[in-house]
Nanobody, 123 residues
């Protein structure tokens, strides 16, 4: 079992600004898990944003965030990060981190989830 807690959202950021989200893990060995960031707006399915392999060698990004967002992890701190630059109003969503056994772009493949953190980007 892994417990995940996201932080870094909750406020209002202007378009073009930056935010860094963090997701702290506890419980099982963090480095056993692929970590992913997803986002969701009301009425829509959870959407893939980015994922990172167990030791951080491989990353993946949705086309909509490529070149603007960067995922990273620190296995010594049991934490995964999402650096978000050049934010756009369409990035507004609740952002969730997930832990899974396989690298996947599909939220159903992840086994554990945090509670989510709100990101709101104003135009």
């Amino acid at each position: 079992q892994v417990q995940l807690v996201e932080s870094g959202g909750g406020g209002l950021v202007q378009a073009g600004g930056s935010l860094r989200l963090s997701c702290a893990a506890s419980g099982d060995t963090f480095s056993r898990y692929v970590m992913g960031w997803f986002r969701q707006v009301p009425g829509k399915e959870r959407e893939f944003v980015s994922a990172i392999s167990r030791i951080g060698v491989t990353t993946a990004y949705a086309d909509s965030v490529k070149g603007r967002f960067t995922i990273s992890r620190d296995n010594a701190k049991n934490t995964v990060y999402l650096q978000m630059n050049s934010l756009k109003p369409e990035d507004t969503a609740v952002y969730y981190c997930g832990a899974g056994r396989l690298t996947s772009l599909t939220w159903r493949e992840y086994d554990y989830w945090g509670q989510g953190t709100q990101v709101t980007v104003s135009s």
